[in-house]
């Protein structure tokens, strides 16, 4: 099924993996107003509220593996939702507009329409200089080590330490720090807290650490099983 399947789930982040069916249902309802209406300011405002509620479920999802395609779709639907309340203008037969508005609507639906073209661009250019360039592996392995070294700091404090560090921060950092929990247990030690999709499959929350150690799902845990196993029965040998 993920083979056949991977092209809906692998351009989202592994806990949105649903997304991909959100995506094809924007199309479908931004093309149902074209049914059900007559009127082109009617179908208009369909496709505006319909990319409304797109970008709302997209700001607070945030789907897109990488945040700067995120953003980039954010702006394209915004610049949607733009070009649709310009166009509603032509669909009014009651009200005449002057050949200079004409003129200033018709090119500012053309420069919004080609935008995200640009933005896009930028988009790409910024992407392929953070992942090929050879600075980013070397700020990636300090980011790494720093990360050690802090969740080493962490896990060295007393309980009383931690509960009082969880209710100094703000929301926000408790939801970071929950999310970066959530991601380190699941693509790591293999245990989710909620439904997320890794190289083992769907991980939902009833999953057990019994079940994902019998699958081998943490590669150090079996390394440093099969070594001990190895130590164990060369002191057999010796011994007999």
Known sequence: FRRRWGFMFYRFRPDVWWWGLFYIGKGIFTN??????????????WVMLT?????????????????????????????????SSLIAVYTSTQT???????SGISAAIVSIGFSP???????ATYILYAHLHPSSSKARASEIELLSKALESFATCDVQEK????ERVDEWAQSYIMSA?????????????KARLTDQGLLSKTSSRSMVDSKSASPAKSYFSTNSSNNNNNNSNSSS
């Open 32 to 45: 149902l107003g074209y049914l059900f209406f007559r009127e082109g300011i009617a179908q208009m405002y």
């Open 51 to 83: 990319l409304a509620v797109y970008s709302s479920c997209l700001t607070l999802f945030f789907p897109w593996r990488l945040r700067a395609v995120n953003a980039l779709d954010v702006y394209t639907n915004t610049a949607l939702i733009f070009e």
């Open 96 to 102: 005449e507009v002057s050949s200079s508005t004409t």
């Open 117 to 123: 073209f640009l933005i896009a661009s930028l988009v």
């Open 163 to 166: 509960i009082s560090f969880m």
């Open 181 to 193: 929990l959530h991601i380190i247990s699941s693509e790591f030690d293999g245990v989710s807290h």
